[in-house]
């Protein structure tokens, strides 16, 4: 990162918090303890249940969970972590942009 132009703060808590993004998203996708996981549906199930509970929600307490919903069903976590790295590399490449200025 500092060969990237990021500032030294930056680089060291741009470095912290991936390993915390990694770290968490890692422990999510691979679940606590494999006993809890045993029972547990396949993630497209669990993504479908997840989709049926939210828009099973009144529409009218509830009108940006049940628009939502259909997007809660995505379960592709390749390309979820995917995401998650580019919006933080857009994000701190922004930041040092702005810091350098």
């Given at each position: 990162m500092r060969a990237g132009g990021v500032p030294d703060e930056l680089a060291v808590q741009?470095?912290?918090l991936m390993?915390?993004?990694v770290n968490g998203f890692t422990m999510d996708e691979a679940g606590w303890d494999d006993e809890e996981g045993a029972g547990s549906p396949p993630i497209d199930e669990m993504a479908q249940m997840?989709?049926?509970y939210l828009e099973s929600l009144?529409?009218?307490r509830f009108?940006?969970?049940t628009e939502v919903a259909e997007s809660f069903a995505?379960?592709?976590q390749d390309a979820r972590f995917e995401l998650l790295l580019d919006?933080?590399?857009e994000g701190?490449?922004?930041r040092a942009s702005e810091l350098s200025s």
């Amino acid at each position: 990162m500092r060969a990237g132009g990021v500032p030294d703060e930056l680089a060291v808590q741009s470095y912290l918090l991936m390993m915390s993004a990694v770290n968490g998203f890692t422990m999510d996708e691979a679940g606590w303890d494999d006993e809890e996981g045993a029972g547990s549906p396949p993630i497209d199930e669990m993504a479908q249940m997840v989709r049926g509970y939210l828009e099973s929600l009144p529409r009218e307490r509830f009108p940006n969970l049940t628009e939502v919903a259909e997007s809660f069903a995505f379960s592709d976590q390749d390309a979820r972590f995917e995401l998650l790295l580019d919006l933080f590399v857009e994000g701190l490449a922004r930041r040092a942009s702005e810091l350098s200025s």
